[in-house]
């Protein structure tokens, strides 16, 4: 598994997560009436809830130096730079070297 692979399998499941999110406030909101108040706080909540799941596509450590990989991680995640190879601005390691055999979690 390459360090893009990793990227790649953290920003699908980042979106799988806003997905399920997503529908699952539809689900809740849409049965019964509630205040207008409360329905706004609760979109407030969730739209911060789903901005911070994407923001955390910019903090994922680089698997080889712990740092954050900064809005590379975002954009590999995302599965744009396919045409570049990418490194890492801390240990300037390739986005297509294999992870380290450390772990994958
Ligand atoms: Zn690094």
């Known amino acids: 598994m390459t360090i ?3 990227l790649r399998y953290r920003g699908n499941r980042s979106a799988l997560a806003a997905i399920v999110i ?3 406030t ?3 909101m849409s049965p019964g009436p509630r205040s207008y108040v409360v329905r706004t706080i609760i979109g407030v909540l969730i739209a911060a809830l789903v901005g911070a799941i994407f923001w ?3 903090e994922i450590p ?3 130096c712990r740092r954050s990989l900064g809005r590379i991680g975002f954009w590999v995640a995302n599965g744009r ?3 570049s190879s990418p490194r890492c601005p801390h240990c ?3 986005v297509d070297q294999e ?3 450390t772990k994958n979690t």
């Open 99 to 101: 992870l380290p055999a």
């Open 4 to 6: 893009r692979q990793y």
């Open 56 to 58: 955390g596509l910019f």
């Open 92 to 94: 300037d390691m390739s």
């Open 81 to 83: 730079m396919l045409d």
């Open 26 to 28: 539809g689900a809740v």
């Open 62 to 64: 680089c698997p080889n």
């Open 22 to 24: 997503l529908l699952l």
